[in-house]
C-alpha cells in the first residue's frame, strides 16, 4: 500500500481501517479511551507501521517523538526493533511491549543524542503541537527545531516517518496546523530530503469530522 509523502485520501482511510481489523491491533493494542474508533487515529497508527515495514532492516534503531499514548512505538518493538517512545507525559498500557518510554520534552530529549546515531524516527501527529510561538515567517517553530534536531541525530540513509494533520487549503497559514506545502520547505531547509516527490493532490482528501482538517505522510530522509 503506496500511502508516503502524499494527502491521505477516503480510499486510504477504508483500506487502513481494514488492515486494522484483519490485523486484530484494537484487540492486541487495547486503548482505554478507544481511540481506535477514531479514523484519524487509524490513519496515523496503521499508516506508520505500514511505512516502517516497507523500510525495516534488522538492527534499526527507533525513537518515537511525543508517543503519547498511541501504540505505535510498541508495534514497532514488537517486530524485534530497539525502540524509545519519548512524550512530555507518562502513560500507562494494558499490554506489555518491549519499547522504552521516556517521560521528557521530545526536542530536549533528541538533542542529548549523538550525531548519526538514530535509523528511524515517528511521529504520528505529535509535532504540530510542539512550540506554537509562531509569526507569519515561521509558522509553527516546533517543526523547525525537530528537523533541525533530527538532521543532526539521524543516520545518513536514515529515515523519519511523520503522519500529521494539516491545512487542507493551498494559503500558508500560522498556527498549529498547517499546510503541508510548508512542512516539506521547513524540512528541506533543514537539510532533509523527501523519499519521493510530494503530491499534494487534494482531491477525494480524508477529512476530520466537523474541523476541517486531512492527514498528510511524510517520509524524509538525508544524504
Known sequence: MNIENRLITKEDEHLLIKYRDNNGLVEKYVHPAGTWKNHDAVIKWVGSEIIFDKIKKEGMRVVDLGAGDG???????DKGFDVVGVDVKSWSFPYQSLAVMVTKDAIEFVREYEDNSVD???DGC?????NNDSD???PNKGWRSIFEAVKRVMKPGGYFICFSDIQVGTETCVGEFIIPEDIVRMAEESGLILTSEYNYNRNEI?????????VA????TKL
Open 71 to 77: 501504540p505505535v512505538c510498541h508495534m514497532i518493538a
Open 136 to 138: 507569519e515567517n515561521t
Open 217 to 220: 505522510s511524510f517520509v524524509f
Open 120 to 122: 528511524v524516527f515517528m
Open 126 to 130: 505529535a509535532v504540530t503541537h510542539f
Open 206 to 214: 480524508f477529512q476530520h469530522s466537523h474541523q476541517g482538517l486531512g
